[in-house]
């Protein structure tokens, strides 16, 4: 009588589970993180979309944009846009001379970190004829917060690079970095969205720098990043 072999079976079992597990965790991560290319209006983004968030996209006239929108809350916690701002179209003349649209365009990425919200904003100039399009230069770069005049930022920086390190490129990378911050000095300055505990928890640190709990100081380091393709 042939003898059933046990251990080749558990062996077996275990290098299926082993595979299955190690499956259902590559399933899990790409679930958590998704990259997703969106169309705007001359150029495409590249937007990181989480399992809480729902993408939105609108178009109205010259300005595409997408919005982020927490499905818990229902606020919206980012938005990226794309507005044309202006065209000048060229007849090109002679044998090598090149026809085409000159579009300006400013693209902007407005974050939220609990009651301020900073966009960071370029404009570009794109070269366009036909079905062909080239990115010509950022013509200006912009950092700000654009819904409060109390926070401020400190220590920005804005970097904005061709990925190809030259110029006309079909794609461009910006980024800003900053510090939000918030000095409270009254008790009608640190309520609602600006008290301690809604500061804290949309990731501030803060610290009481008077006798009174609405006496403090309120830091949160930022980054935006940006990728933008014709």
């Not at 997408?66 to 818990?72: S, T």
């Amino acid at each position: 009588m042939k003898r059933f072999n046990f251990k080749a079976l558990f062996a077996s079992l275990l290098c299926g589970a082993l595979v299955l597990s190690a499956s259902g965790l590559s399933s899990t991560a790409h679930a958590a993180k998704s990259v997703q290319e969106v169309q705007l209006k001359l150029t495409s983004v590249e937007i990181q979309l989480k399992p809480n968030l729902e993408m939105v996209r609108t178009e109205t006239g010259d300005t595409a944009t997408v919005k982020l929108i927490d499905r818990k809350t229902g606020e919206t916690t980012e938005t990226y846009s794309e507005t044309i701002e202006s065209v000048k179209s060229v007849q090109g003349k002679g044998i090598n001379a090149a026809s085409g649209n000159y579009t300006t365009v400013t693209v902007k990425n407005n974050k939220k970190d609990g009651p301020v919200t900073t966009e960071l904003a370029a404009k570009l100039k794109i070269y366009t004829n036909s079905s062909f399009r080239q990115i010509n230069s950022i013509e200006s770069k912009t950092m700000k917060i654009t819904n409060s005049n109390s926070a401020t930022l400190e220590d920005k920086d804005i970097v904005a690079i061709s990925t190809s390190d030259k110029f006309p490129t079909q794609e461009v990378e910006i980024s800003g970095s900053a510090t939000i911050t918030y000095k409270s000095t009254s008790s009608a300055s640190a309520t609602g969205a600006f008290s301690v505990s809604a500061l804290t928890a949309a990731g501030f640190e803060v610290s009481i720098t008077g006798s009174h709990e609405w006496e403090f100081y309120a830091r949160k380091p930022i980054d935006i990043g940006l990728r933008y393709k014709v």
